[in-house]
């Protein structure tokens, strides 16, 4: 079973600039989560979709969103990067949402998509 | 590979000897924990989990302990091996709040053969 996609592996943009990643969980999954990893501050949660709906979201500001289309793949967006925004950015599916299963589902994580912002 | 290039507290063992790798979590309130593992230029993957109802979960060559009292969670991995070698996260969810988790700074656990 293939693995947590994303693309473009790496990326460099200027400030400023606006960029989408993109995220494919594996087949059958419904729950999508995004994350910012930085040297500084390690792994920070960014939101969760799940079924088209985002459930929940963290502390970044609204140049941060993200979308989920029916066929689960998932979006984020960054509007007028800045220099701090230079991170790994790691998209995460699991079989459902945590909250509405009622019990504890493995999240796979995928490799990451580097941005850089010059 | 991708580096994530943190500066990590890092603990170095003997291959075939026990690594114990320690988190302190802070919100009294977390009621399920997560450890995970990532390689250079990989994502992290999950190792075990340990609901606030125990304080002791085993799996293979690994087990968890959890101490509310003190809020601190550790992995304790058996016999490591060269291929343990990566950074290790510990992960909390509050309320068991869809999948929003808390990651913890990390440890880069280093094994010598």
């Known amino acids: 079973k293939a693995g947590v996609t994303q693309t473009p592996r790496y990326l460099i943009k200027t400030r400023g600039q606006q960029v989408t990643l993109s995220c494919s969980p594996i087949?059958?999954?419904?729950?999508v989560s995004w994350y910012q990893q930085t040297p500084g501050q390690g792994l920070q949660f960014l939101f969760e979709y799940f079924s088209e709906t985002q459930r929940n979201k963290g502390n970044f500001p609204g140049r941060f969103s993200g979308r989920q289309f029916s066929n689960s793949r998932s979006e984020m967006n960054v509007s007028t990067l800045e220099l701090g925004d230079s991170a790994l950015y790691l998209c995460?599916?699991?079989?459902?949402?945590?909250?509405?299963?009622?019990?504890?589902?493995?999240?796979?994580f995928g490799p990451g998509t580097r941005l850089t912002v010059l | 590979g991708e580096s994530v290039g943190l500066h990590l507290p890092t603990l170095s063992v003997q291959e075939g000897d026990n690594s114990i790798i320690n988190c302190a979590y802070s919100?009294?309130?977390?009621?399920?924990f997560i450890w995970y593992k990532q390689e250079s230029g990989k994502g992290p993957q999950f190792i075990i989990d340990i609901r606030s109802n125990m304080d002791k979960r085993q799996g293979q060559r690994v087990t968890v302990l959890l101490n509310k009292t003190v809020k601190h969670l550790s992995l304790q991995i058996a016999a490591t091996q060269p291929g343990d070698s990566a950074v290790y996260f510990c992960a909390e969810n509050i309320g068991y709040n869809f999948n929003k988790f808390y990651f913890g700074s990390g440890t880069k656990l280093n094994v010598k053969p």
């Open positions: 087949s059958g999954h419904r729950s």
């Open positions: 919100n009294s309130a977390s009621d399920y």
């Open positions: 995460a599916s699991s079989l459902m949402s945590i909250g509405t299963s009622g019990r504890a589902v493995e999240q796979f």
